[in-house]
């Protein structure tokens, strides 16, 4: 993270888009090269043996071969490196007190307000190294879609949460500290949204999360209504939503990754069930 304001280039886009403070700043997670250059590396290794174990070096030609391959591999490797370096190195996340802008990739400029921005969450938990990185697709008001984090999972989730519509879809960068952005992002976006979801529940309308919605007196699941009294349970485990319903032996469930701001909707199912989440 960047805490540095002087940093932010877009000052008057965040001005005209109303959001207001600027906070943090987070930049692309720097990508690994080492396994592509151990290939390389090793590669050259097993030439360069080859040539030297049959004394091919001795024969003035066949030297020069060996000198072209080691600068093509040297060249190869600086640029590999450098391109890596440089790939995506200007993209930008950019936190603010109402919304945020992702700068990338190359002079794309998206920008998102807490309270009209969908945001869906995916987790992968990767048993090898204990690693758990996350993917998070933000959609405006507007149908404008990219996705930022771990690009694992980034295509399915917009091909189911957008419907298989992927014009305005844009693939973002792995920002660096997801764990720390991650949660700000859906912590203010409840902050703006919940009173406005609960407030037309109130008033009597059905507010929609995905294949999911709430309205006064029942949850619907995909069609199913579910009245408040019957919900008996609701918990979350390995990234899948699990609903507990009297009279049935099976519960109802749902991926987390395609409900539209969760934390939205987990708070707004507490609030009218009563049920706490587990």
Known sequence: MHSNAEQFPHGDLAAQAGLGRW??????????????????GAIYVAVAAC?????????????IMFLVITAFFALGFANLAYTKHKSGAGDTLDLFEHGLIVK?????????????????????????TG?????????GPEGNAISIGDPKGAAMSAAVNLE???DRFTLGAAFEGPQEW??????????????????????????????????AG???????????GELQGV???????????????????QPVYAIPNFFVFKAAVQSRSGLAWS
């Open 164 to 166: 298989a519509n992927l």
């Open 131 to 139: 690693l758990v990185t996350y993917n998070y697709l933000l959609v």
């Open 104 to 128: 990338g990739p190359k002079s794309l400029v998206s920008i998102y307000n807490w309270d009209d921005t969908k945001a869906y969450q995916r987790l992968f938990h990767y048993p090898q």
């Open 51 to 63: 040539f030297i174990g049959s004394n091919l070096l001795a024969n003035g030609f066949l030297l």
């Open 182 to 215: 991650g949660p700000i992002v859906q912590e203010q976006i409840t902050r703006a949204q919940l009173p406005q979801v609960l407030a037309e529940i109130d008033a009597g309308r059905r507010v929609e999360f995905g294949g999911l919605a709430l309205d």
């Open 23 to 40: 906070q943090a700043q987070y930049r692309p997670r720097k990508p690994p090269i080492a396994l592509s250059m151990g290939i390389a």
């Open 218 to 228: 029942a949850l619907h699941i995909d069609g199913s209504v579910v009245p408040w």
């Open 235 to 253: 918990s979350v485990k390995d990234g899948v939503v699990a609903f507990k319903i009297a009279g049935r032996f099976l519960k109802a469930r």
